[in-house]
């Protein structure tokens, strides 16, 4: 159990130091979201009507976009030989990856969504139905990637191979998000999606870290 | 137990081209400390102690339609030490992934102590140190905190402190790897086979970017490990001065008309 916090806080300490691989992600997720009322216009019904959905897409883009992170560079160094060959099954060492990657992504947008969501006109009191929901929904977002970026590794260009491998996987998390929304604006009905997005993460933490072990041991054979 | 503390190359189909080399093979020298060794020899052989031995037998290596080598058979007991050596891309690197469980023979199986990797490597995992030819070595982070970290996936203790010392790093210890040249980099992941103990070595061109003070280092780091019963499987095309190793010219067991 040592090394698998010992990969936590490494992979942690690596994504605080690198700088950028945060506020990458964030930055991506904002701008990605403050795009939108310049697009369809700053009208507050239409952007109310769509903004849970607009930040769900966002999120997903975003977090599609730094799962290259997740096992490239330790393929890259050879570090991943050493992961395979210590004691701690690859599955775990994958949660722990998946863990660190969530906490720097998942959390994070997360944390920033109420500020994103004033931008397109949610109302205050649909906000929690947001943040809960992308708190239960980006494990999976991370989860999933993690399968995408360990069957690309080695590929040409593996940030777009995984993300078309794994855009479509997102889609439950997606509509049971903002579904979630707008079920919570027709008055407490968030509670059943909100149930599926817990479920849906729940399968993934279980199956996940072994679909995306098997891909990294046949990249590294 | 004669016999026990030598390296031997047996090409495991007459006719293949190593036949000829089992003639050739240096003798390997008794050595002192050569007590250790049979002390542990002493133990049930299914134990995965110190004198357990590596035994491949009649290995094949497989690279996409490429057949790298084949009928390739080793055997390493405490204290030995193999030079593997070939031309580039003849196959030193795959027969080290090979023996870290990390590639899959084609044929022919790996043993350690007896038992077949195969069918449960994690033991046989916690008593090897693989060295790559890459470095695993993170820019952002410091020489310690690289070694803390890689000791600390192993079981056993940590002596980090010590590898730094015995690579000659203890002045950039605290420094960012990026800051590293090339073969401060590659005493620092020769440090890791200090940094936590295992008995058995593979090291992929182990010498690589070392300067002449580096590879005196790495002679000596190799014969104390191997005074202390350890072994040491090194790939290289540069002569090391390891003494009485047993040679192994890969190109012996490549297939004809292939590489």
């Known amino acids: ?221 | 137990m004669p016999g026990s503390r030598f390296c031997v190359v047996i090409p495991a189909k007459p006719g293949i081209q190593g036949e000829k080399r089992s003639g050739g093979l240096p003798d390997p020298r008794p050595r002192e400390g050569d007590e250790v060794g049979r002390a542990n020899l002493i133990g049930s052989s299914r134990d995965f102690d110190l004198s357990s031995e590596l035994v491949g037998e009649d290995l094949a290596c497989r690279r996409g339609e490429r057949l790298v080598f084949r009928g390739l058979s080793l055997r390493l007991a405490a204290g030995a030490a193999l030079v593997v050596t070939g031309a580039n891309g003849s196959g030193k690197s795959s027969l080290l992934r090979l023996l870290a469980t990390l590639l899959r023979p084609e044929t022919g199986r790996l043993l350690w102590g007896g038992s077949a990797i195969a069918a449960d490597p994690a033991p046989y995992r916690a008593v090897i140190h693989y060295l790559g030819h890459l470095d695993a070595i993170k820019p952002a982070l410091t020489p310690r905190e690289t070694l803390e970290f890689w000791a600390g996936q192993r079981v056993g203790r940590a002596a980090v402190g010590d590898a730094l010392t015995a690579l000659g790093l203890d002045r950039v210890a605290d420094w960012p790897c990026r800051w590293l040249s090339a073969g401060q980099r590659r005493r620092l992941a020769l440090a890791r086979l200090v940094a936590s103990p295992a008995p058995v070595w593979l090291l992929d061109e182990p010498a690589a970017a070392l300067d002449s003070d580096g590879e005196g280092r790495l002679v000596t780091l190799i014969s104390a490990h191997r005074a202390a019963g350890g072994r040491v499987v090194a790939a290289t095309h540069q002569p090391l001065a390891i003494e009485a190793a047993g040679t192994l010219a890969i190109g012996d067991y490549t297939p004809a008309g292939v590489g």
Not at chain 1, 134 to 141: D, I, K, M
């Open chain 1, 1 to 221: 159990m040592a090394g698998f916090f010992a990969l936590v806080r490494r992979d942690l300490c690596l994504a605080w130091r690198q700088g950028g691989e945060i506020g990458l992600a964030v930055g991506f997720f904002v701008l990605a979201v403050v795009l939108f009322p310049f697009g369809v216009g700053p009208e507050p019904e239409l952007l109310r009507r769509v903004s849970a959905g607009i930040i769900w897409v966002a999120a997903l883009l975003a977090a599609v976009s730094s799962l290259d992170r997740l096992f490239a560079a330790d393929h890259a160094d050879g570090g991943l030989d050493l992961i395979a060959l210590s004691p701690l099954p690859l599955e775990v060492a994958v949660l722990a990856k998946c863990l660190a990657h969530w906490l720097t992504t998942g959390l994070a947008l997360t944390i920033v969504s109420p500020a994103l969501a004033v931008i397109v006109d949610m109302a205050s009191a649909d906000m929690p139905v947001l943040v809960l929901g992308l708190l239960l929904g980006t494990p999976a977002l991370t989860l999933i990637g993690a399968i995408g970026a360990a069957l690309t590794l080695g590929a040409r260009r593996p940030g777009v191979l995984s993300a078309l491998l794994v855009l479509p996987l997102y889609l439950p998390p997606l509509i049971f998000g903002a579904g979630a929304v707008e079920a919570g604006m027709g008055g407490g009905g968030a509670r059943a999606h909100l149930l599926l997005l817990g479920a849906f993460s729940l399968g993934a933490l279980v199956l996940a870290p072994i679909a995306a072990a098997a891909a990294l041991r046949d990249a590294l054979e």
